[in-house]
């Protein structure tokens, strides 16, 4: 025991000064003069995007430059395909010349600054040119000219040459948010056996063909949030933290940003053909919001749901009407109040466009295929696979119900239910033009981020069940060979599996340090003690549970040897490296009498565990997202585009030229 002791206390090697905190103008122009999309942006030939400059003249702070403190109003921007001649976007576009529109910003340039409360001062003078695309593959250089032209900045644009030839009638992209190899690996761990070292079965998504890692870092960050992730996955460009479907620019309007269009507008555009979003998370949120909306505020929340079934309102440039399934979470953004876009009834709104409104899973399955359908299961995000099916007494005593009623949401479908009827309207709607699906096992991530590793991996193990069955569906169906299959994520968590835990051991020490001899590293770390469910259907020890044979969960989630898993970065807690049986696990608290800013560990939490001090910043109530790259991993026709090391628009890249949605030549 003193021996592996050791070894455990040598990993404790945490982060103490990660202080660097970095603050930019705009992250996209890192100087005065800013051309959006910015330098090293890639197209696909004929996507719809809007161009905006923006020329800054900061009044004071690092960048104070004497005597320029008005930005010219007559700066120029031009484009040339390489090696062509230069001419104004507004020609080359055949635009009018669009209005000068300003504005002034302002921003701190450190923590010192911040804490002082000295933001720095900034005019804009700036123009945008909506709704032009680029057909013909290549480089394109625009140059943007300022202060009387002293000053010039380039951006180099690549149209990639992508021809538009058809591979695939239908995509369908699984994103597991937040979802790492690491966590792959603890799932199966727990969700198949093993004998000798040696699985017995395999995850679903283990047995796909094909697999690539994508690098998720943005454009001026290399930690990525969802919104951010989201929109270089379906649109190809990469931007800021918070963006959906845009570039952030530096106006205060929260819609006027620079857009891009996304997959699903593309093929909807492009082919008619059927649009399905499927998350357990409340459906405004970041990775189903991205298909439609375009806001640097991802908060947008009532907009968001709002652009699911009018697509951009103000500056349009879509025909997008919507999507043939849209199921979720997220109630408060549908009944009408103070959630809602305008206050307005989008249950209503919805229904007015004949779609068929579902609100529990009963209804879900009862009814046809052959209309859109808009399924809204609880307020906020969904109930949790683990909830749902071991421990379905909390969701009782959640007052989530759909139609805002405040009583319990106990009929709520998973992901697999949702997906699989999502698959069945889009083949009826769709079967001669196709589909675009993207299912989110939103609430992986969800329970990293507040330390509920159980919850995560359940959610985990419920994508695996849910890709099963697709490939169950696709076959019987007559679209598995039709049809990519991605299962992806949109960034990772700093969490892996270090060894096991004797539980009843910690529980029987008085001291935190005695409570951490509980931990089991190599050879004590031991074989999982996870119950499987396999073909022979068992019952769980705690609830009486039988699932059907092939599924695999585990039947206990409260072995008394348990996994020694963690994140790289969190805030206090305390920790027994049990299953919360009551929900999910809030691990810190605002302490009545400290700021609002400053969390604690919660005492009520992992009560008869051992408290862990923070690393991340007191402020934080959860753990943070981190930089690993995420895995790709791919079947049917396309795969060799989705090979090695890529970036993470060339998502969006390879499921854009399967389907053939580039244009080389404008529409006639
Ligand atoms: C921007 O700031 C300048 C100088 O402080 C001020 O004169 C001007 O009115 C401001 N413009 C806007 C649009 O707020
Ligand atoms: C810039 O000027 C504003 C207005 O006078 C002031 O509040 C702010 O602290 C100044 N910022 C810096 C960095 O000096
Ligand atoms: C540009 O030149 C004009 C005329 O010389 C001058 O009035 C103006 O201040 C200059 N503007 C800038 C931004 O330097
Ligand atoms: C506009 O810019 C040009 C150079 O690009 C300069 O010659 C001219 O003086 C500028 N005009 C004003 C009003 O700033
Ligand atoms: C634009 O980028 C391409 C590809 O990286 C490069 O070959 C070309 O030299 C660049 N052009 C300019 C003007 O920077
Ligand atoms: C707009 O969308 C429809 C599908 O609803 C599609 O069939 C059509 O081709 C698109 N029209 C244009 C003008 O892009
Ligand atoms: C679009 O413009 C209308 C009319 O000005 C406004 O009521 C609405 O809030 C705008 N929509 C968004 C998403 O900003
Ligand atoms: C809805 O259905 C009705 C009755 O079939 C039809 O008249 C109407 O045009 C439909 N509306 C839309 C927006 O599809
Ligand atoms: C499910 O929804 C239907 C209406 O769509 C309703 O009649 C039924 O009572 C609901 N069931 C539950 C359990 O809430
Ligand atoms: C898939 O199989 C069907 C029926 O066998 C065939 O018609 C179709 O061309 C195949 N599609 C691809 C992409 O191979
Ligand atoms: C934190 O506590 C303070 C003081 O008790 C309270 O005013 C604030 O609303 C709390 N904040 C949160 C996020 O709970
Ligand atoms: C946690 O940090 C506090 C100081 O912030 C320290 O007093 C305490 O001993 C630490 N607790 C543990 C368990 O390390
Ligand atoms: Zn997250």
């Known amino acids: 025991m003193q021996l592996t002791l050791k070894v455990a206390l040598a990993f404790g090697a945490f982060c103490t000064h990660c202080a660097a905190q970095t603050f930019q103008r705009l992250g996209t122009c890192p100087t005065l003069g800013c051309i959006i999309p910015p330098d090293q942006a890639d197209f696909l030939p004929g996507q719809r995007f809007d161009i905006r400059a923006e020329v800054h003249a900061p009044l004071n702070g690092s960048e104070a430059i004497r005597g320029y403190t008005t930005p010219d109003a007559n700066f120029t921007l031009t484009i040339e395909r390489e090696g062509g001649s230069p001419q104004p976007v507004t020609s080359f576009f055949s635009l009018p010349e669009p209005r000068l529109e300003t504005w002034n910003f302002t921003w701190y340039e450190d923590l010192f600054a911040q804490a002082a409360h000295t933001p720095s001062q900034v005019r804009v003078a700036s123009k945008a040119w909506r709704n032009v ?13 300022y202060r009387n032209g002293s000053q010039t900045t380039l951006a180099n644009w690549t149209v990639r040459d992508i021809a538009p030839r058809q591979r695939a009638k239908n995509v369908i992209m699984f994103i597991g948010d937040g979802m790492t190899t690491n966590m792959i690996t603890a799932a199966r761990l727990i969700g198949h056996q093993q004998i000798n070292g040696k699985y017995q079965t395999r995850l679903a998504m283990d047995q796909f063909p094909m697999l690539g890692h994508q690098m998720t870092h943005s454009i001026d960050s290399f930690i990525t949030d969802s919104a951010n992730s989201a929109t270089a996955l379906y649109s190809g460009h990469k931007s800021t933290v918070n963006a959906l479907g845009v570039y952030a620019d530096s106006s205060p309007n929260k819609f006027d940003d620079p857009k891009i269009e996304s997959i699903a507008e593309l093929f909807h555009r492009l082919r008619g053909g059927g649009v399905g979003i499927v998350s357990t998370a409340f459906i405004a949120d970041a990775t189903p919001a991205a298909l439609t909306a375009h806001t640097r505020d991802r908060s947008q929340y ?27 979470g997220g109630a408060e953004q549908f009944y009408p109040g103070s959630g809602s876009f305008q206050g307005k009834d989008y249950y209503e709104v919805f229904a007015q466009q004949n779609y068929t409104v579902v609100l529990n899973n009963t209804a879900l399955q009862a009814s046809d295929n052959s209309s859109r359908h808009l399924g ?5 995000n969904m109930a949790k696979w683990l909830d749902r099916n071991v421990y379905p007494a909390n969701l009782n005593r959640s007052k989530t119900a759909p139609n805002g009623s405040n009583a319990s949401a106990t009929d709520q479908p998973g992901l697999k239910e949702m997906t699989i009827k999502a698959l069945d309207i889009l083949q009826t709607r769709h079967s001669e033009d196709g589909f675009f699906l993207m299912s989110e096992a939103a609430s992986i991530d969800k329970m990293m981020h507040v330390l509920d590793y159980d919850r995560a991996l359940g959610e985990l193990l419920e994508l695996d069940d849910t890709i099963k069955a697709t490939i169950a569906w696709l076959t019987e169906n007559g679209e598995l060979n039709n049809t990519l299959l991605l299962v992806t994520a949109d960034h990772g968590h700093g969490f892996d599996v270090m060894g096991s835990v004797d539980t009843q051991f910690l529980n029987a020490q008085d001291g935190a340090r005695d409570k951490r001899d509980a931990i089991g590293t190599y050879q004590n770390s031991g074989h999982s003690q996870y119950v499987v469910a396999n073909s022979s259907a068992r019952v769980g020890s705690d609830q009486n549970l039988v699932y059907g044979p092939g599924v695999n969960f585990p039947t206990n989630w409260d072995p008394r040897y348990t996994l020694y898993s963690g994140l790289a970065a969190f805030p206090d807690h305390r ?26 560990v919660n005492y009520v939490d992992a009560v008869t565990g051992f408290i862990v001090n923070g690393t991340l910043p007191v402020s934080a109530d959860q753990g943070v997202h981190s930089l690993t790259d995420v895995p790709v991993f791919t079947r049917g026709p396309c795969t060799d585009l989705f090979s090695g090391v890529f970036n993470s628009i060339d998502v969006f890249y390879g499921m854009a030229e399967c389907l053939g949605l580039s244009r080389t030549s404008p529409p006639s």
């Open 575 to 600: 920790e027994d490296y049990r299953v919360n049986k009551n929900g999910p696990r809030v691990p810190a608290i605002n302490i009545t009498g400290f700021d609002d800013d400053d969390f604690y």
């Open 376 to 380: 809204i299961f609880s307020v906020s």
């Open 302 to 328: 009532g907009a968001v749901v709002d652009s699911f079934i009018h697509g951009i309102t103000n500056y349009t440039w879509t025909n997008w009407t919507g999507p043939d399934v849209l199921f979720g």
């Open 133 to 145: 695309a680029l057909y013909e593959p290549g480089q394109y250089i625009a140059t943007l000219r």
